[in-house]
């Protein structure tokens, strides 16, 4: 049986940062196959790290991510993990979430972050001058159309195990 991550990354005091603290709040909700494991990591890179770590055969990040699209655009991503090399190693904070630095620590230790994608949202809002919470409009209608494509990224990865075959041939598409 495959074993897959879903993991929901962000700050909920920043807005649309919170997207994917979102998204896995209400997947979580859902039904999904047996060894999917829904967690909301917020901005604790360490225990998102050693997650990575423990063993799953495929790991879904969820988070609001600029690339400079329309506010509520979905990005799936498939992360070039051999430019990690390329990129400065810097220390991992404990105290905030940078998916980049999480998938560095998780090498230097010695893990293999195996099968991985991003599931992103462009932001609206990452600040609130009067300290309210909660995600733009635009990204909270991006909600459910995540959720939909991260079950089936599940899916796919289901049937390509169910086929013996590794889940490399998905196809990464933006999504407005």
């Not at 001058?129 to 079950?151: F, N, R, T």
């Amino acid at each position: 049986m495959k074993r897959i991550l879903v993991a929901g990354i962000g700050n909920i005091f920043f807005r649309d940062d919170a997207f994917g603290c979102e998204v896995v709040s209400q997947l979580a909700r859902r039904p999904l196959p047996e060894g999917v494991s829904v967690k909301d990591f917020g901005i604790r890179s360490y225990d998102l790290a050693y997650a990575m770590m423990d063993g799953y055969d495929a790991t879904i990040l969820v988070d609001a991510t600029a690339q400079g699209a329309e506010p509520g655009t979905i990005y799936l991503i498939e992360p070039d993990i051999k430019k990690l090399d390329e990129l400065e190693n810097e220390a991992v904070n404990a105290h905030s979430m940078n998916p980049v630095r999480v998938l560095q620590l998780v090498r230097s230790l010695g893990g293999n972050t195996g099968w991985l994608r991003v599931v992103g949202c462009e932001p609206a809002l990452l600040e609130s001058e009067d300290g309210a919470m909660g995600l733009s409009e635009k990204v909270q209608a991006a909600v459910l159309p995540a959720i939909e494509m991260i079950e089936s990224l599940i899916r796919d990865i289901l049937d390509e195990s169910e086929n013996a075959s590794a889940p490399n041939n998905l196809q990464c598409n933006t999504i407005s």
